[in-house]
């Protein structure tokens, strides 16, 4: 039993109850030890990396209960891959927040890791009861981020947002209840095989409670028409939290992913490919809502999110080909978009604090201090988002349409895929326009929407704006590494694609005599 399989989970739990006993130390003692436990986290996160980089999946049973009847952690390509991104995005949003959001509430940094510590835990675990406990921990965490700092329009989409979790939390216990009075376990390996077992009677029950499960994973992944809570949520809390949430959408899509592979998958007998009908045509639509409510958008923070969602239907198109290269195609677009959202909601704000009186609004404003810098790091968001060549957002959609050249529906991908980046591109055209060319006085941009001008946006000194934008500056160059490393990242993640088509090792790993129980 490898104990590093559960380190990543402890870690930040650990952190935060320290944290939380330490409320009364100074703020400079909370950041460092914040900062210092993400840092160890990555360190973990590459540590597993190296240790599964080879096939092997780790186990960890807690108690020493031995599966299904205890609780186990796994490890495998697709659990270290996705630790790894969540330690590197939330080290640099941390780095963001204690510029100032963490003055703004005692307990960010408690809140900050318990995040972590439900993200974590849902990458790992073994278990759909336990899923969907981290998946409870992760969300009332994000409900405290997301009211961090209070304000009537945070407040209004924190309520909308809390509504919307509780109800597929509801739906998630309503799921899992059906399948272990089914079936009589909930450890995902013994329902793999028990699934594949399953008698002729209890064949319909299974794929409802299946069904139900995807709508749960649809709904924290935004896939449409569930993505309605996401667009307002993100627009209106502070920035590095909006950052954060960008890996909230995956934590859904690996779900679908790690799930519908491996307990509905080509093994699964009258249950197998259970969302294989759904799961593309819903994908390709929220691709088209998303690209066009950011060509609708009025405001510029409003349209990143709109942008996220249509990353989010890039991303599932990709899993929905159901085949190893478009699932391989996926899992490299997973940390490009993940990476390339969160900067840009970071450069966002950053632009945003520079455009007093006319704020995150796409109307022509003031001219910025240091336009040249903030304009070419628009530029270069701008383009990784579209997915213009020769970035990462190029390569991963380049590879999602060579998995789709023997996929039935080439047409509607094609098609899509592309339509949806043209227009993408276009629209962040016009706002990257309005931004930096269309400017005008500042008394005419405030007489524009009847603001009164009681001073003047502060002027940052280089120094200072280069320190603010270094977190956004980290996570671009995050992408251009994808960029320049395509090659190692690439074959990682079409091994991880064979691994989660072939599951019976991980069966075999976690149950220990192949699932005969």
């Known amino acids: 039993m490898n104990h590093l399989v559960i380190a990543p989970v402890l870690l930040p739990l650990l952190a935060g109850v320290l944290l939380l006993l330490l409320y009364q130390q100074s703020l400079l003692f909370r950041r460092i030890l914040s900062i210092a436990t993400v840092i160890a986290q990555i360190g973990l996160a590459i540590a597993l990396m190296v240790a599964v980089s080879s096939g092997d999946i780790l186990v960890y049973a807690l108690g020493n209960w031995p599966a299904p009847y205890g609780i186990v952690l796994v490890a495998d390509r697709l659990a270290a891959g996705m630790l790894l991104i969540t330690g590197l995005l939330s080290l640099c949003v941390l780095l963001y927040a204690i510029r100032d959001t963490d003055r703004a509430g005692r307990h960010f940094h408690v809140l900050f890791q318990l995040q972590l510590f439900g993200l974590n ?27 961090h700092g209070g304000g009537r329009l945070r407040t209004r989409a924190g309520l909308h947002f809390v509504v919307i979790n509780l109800t597929g939390s509801t739906l998630f216990l309503f799921a ?9 376990t909930l450890n995902m390996a013994d329902l793999a095989v028990r699934v594949a077992a399953t008698p002729p009677e209890n064949v ?33 809390t502070s920035a ?23 307990i509905f998958g080509d093994q699964a007998g009258p249950a197998a490919h259970l969302i294989e009908p759904w799961l593309l045509p819903l994908a390709l639509l929220t691709l088209i809502v998303g690209t066009l409510g ?74 910025m201090a240091m336009p040249r810098l903030l304009g070419g790091l628009f ?3 701008a383009i990784l988002v579209a997915g213009l060549p020769p970035l990462s957002g190029f390569l991963g959609k380049f590879l999602m349409l060579r998995a789709t050249l023997t996929h039935p529906a080439l047409p509607w991908v094609m098609g ?29 941009a405030a007489a524009h929407e009847d603001v009164h001008i009681s001073e003047p946006a502060p002027v940052l000194s280089v120094s200072a704006l280069a320190g603010e934008l270094a977190p956004a500056v980290a996570l671009l160059t995050l992408c251009l590494a994808l ?35």
């Open 416 to 444: 899509i895929v592309l339509v949806a980046a043209l227009l993408s591109l276009m629209t962040l055209a016009r706002s990257g326009s309005l931004l930096f060319y269309q400017t005008q006085p500042v008394e005419v």
């Open 240 to 262: 590095p939290v909006a950052a954060l949430f960008v890996i909230m959408t995956k934590v859904g899509a690996y779900c679908i992913l790690r799930v519908y592979t491996l």
């Open 379 to 381: 530029f270069i968001t």
């Open 176 to 184: 899992v209840g059906t399948l272990y009075g089914i079936l009589g």
């Open 121 to 147: 835990g849902a990458f790992l675990t073994g278990d759909l009861f336990n899923l969907f406990v981290f998946f409870e921990i992760l969300l009332l965490a994000s409900y405290g981020l997301l009211l």
């Open 294 to 367: 950011a060509m609708g958008s009025t405001h510029l923070r409003q349209q990143v999110a709109y942008l996220v969602v249509a990353s989010i239907g890039s991303l599932l198109t990709a899993f929905g080909l159901n085949n190893s290269a478009g699932i391989a195609a996926g899992l490299y677009y997973l940390p490009h978009t993940t990476f390339s959202a969160a900067a840009f909601f970071l450069l966002a704000d950053a632009i945003i604090n520079r455009r007093h009186p006319v704020s995150d609004r796409l109307d022509p404003g003031p001219a």
């Open 204 to 236: 319909s029950l299974v794929r409802a409670a299946g069904l139900l499960l995807f709508g749960v994973f649809a709904l924290k992944a935004a896939l449409l028409p569930l993505y309605l809570w996401l667009p307002a949520a993100y627009a209106h």
């Open 483 to 517: 960029t320049f490393w395509a090659g190692p990242a690439t074959d990682f993640a079409h091994s991880t694609a064979e691994q989660l088509l072939q599951p019976s090792a991980y069966i075999h790993a976690v149950l220990g005599n192949g699932g005969n129980h």
